[in-house]
């Protein structure tokens, strides 16, 4: 089950990736948070990018480097926690993107986020 479930978060975390670097890159720009644009030399655009090709890396690497898998759990759940702003910011200014174009919709958004942190570091536990 885990294998499955890691295979399964591997092939979404590529997907999601590759969409914030093409089809998806306006629509992933309302959940980059204001602030990240003004404290660093990156437009949202570029923020957008660079966390699709991190996406893609870590998707990748559940697949490509099983002896690592625990710690790639680990990074994946923080990667989880460390974009869960971008969902509070587009929850607080009311940003429409991906369909979430209520306020009810976006503050649903905001309880998957812990259930992404669980299965990243679920599927990439090693059980005893």
Do not use: C
Request: charged share 20%.
């Amino acid at each position: 089950m885990r294998t499955i479930a890691r295979w399964t978060l591997a092939a979404a975390m590529v997907f999601a990736g590759l969409s914030h670097m093409f089809w998806a890159r306006k629509e992933f720009q309302a959940q980059v948070p204001d602030w990240t644009t003004e404290a660093t030399p990156l437009d949202k655009d570029a923020v957008v990018v660079a966390s699709g090709v991190v996406e893609v890396m870590l998707g990748a690497s559940l697949v490509v480097l099983p002896a690592s898998r625990s710690r790639l759990g680990v990074i994946l759940a923080g990667f989880f926690v460390a974009v869960f702003p971008g969902n509070i910011e587009q929850y607080t200014k009311r940003r429409d993107g991906f369909s979430l174009d209520s306020d009810r919709k976006r503050l649903v958004r905001l309880f998957f986020q812990p259930v992404l942190v669980a299965w990243a570091y679920w599927s990439t536990r090693t059980p005893r």
